[in-house]
Nanobody
Framework: QVQLVESGGGLVQAGGSLRLACAASESIFSISVMNWYRQAPGKQRELVEAITSGGMTTYADSVKGRFTISRDNAKNTLYLQMNSLKPEDTAVYYC???????????????WGQGTQVTVSS
């Protein structure tokens, strides 16, 4: 069973930086779009950034110019570089990807377990 394993969350002061990573637990046939979502307490989960297999990206206006999404297709790993963090960035961050585990299966969405990011003022 494929799993997405996240790392890199933590506590940081406003203006600081963190780098999140999300790696697939085993060899994958293909991964198409990969996404970072976040969910703050009492709020709905929102899409933060997305990246296609070809490297095209989409950003939420709230993080444009501060966050950078990237991926290493050879390592099946997704990254999120977060700079100039603000208290309103505090949330649980989830990675999500459309994964085709092997040649004989169709692609379906997978989710990571979430990693907490807390930004203090």
């Amino acid at each position: 069973q494929v799993q997405l394993v996240e790392s890199g969350g933590g506590l940081v002061q406003a203006g600081g930086s963190l780098r999140l990573a999300c790696a697939a637990s085993e060899s994958i046939f293909s991964i198409s779009v990969m996404n970072w979502y976040r969910q703050a307490p009492g709020k709905q989960r929102e899409l933060v950034e997305a990246i296609t297999s070809g490297g095209m990206t989409t950003y939420a206006d709230s993080v444009k110019g501060r966050f950078t999404i990237s991926r290493d297709n050879a390592k099946n790993t997704l990254y999120l570089q977060m700079n100039s963090l603000k208290p309103e960035d505090t949330a649980v961050y989830y990675c999500n990807a459309d994964i085709r585990p092997n040649f004989w299966t169709t692609a379906k969405p997978y989710w990571g377990q979430g990693t907490q990011v807390t930004v203090s003022s």
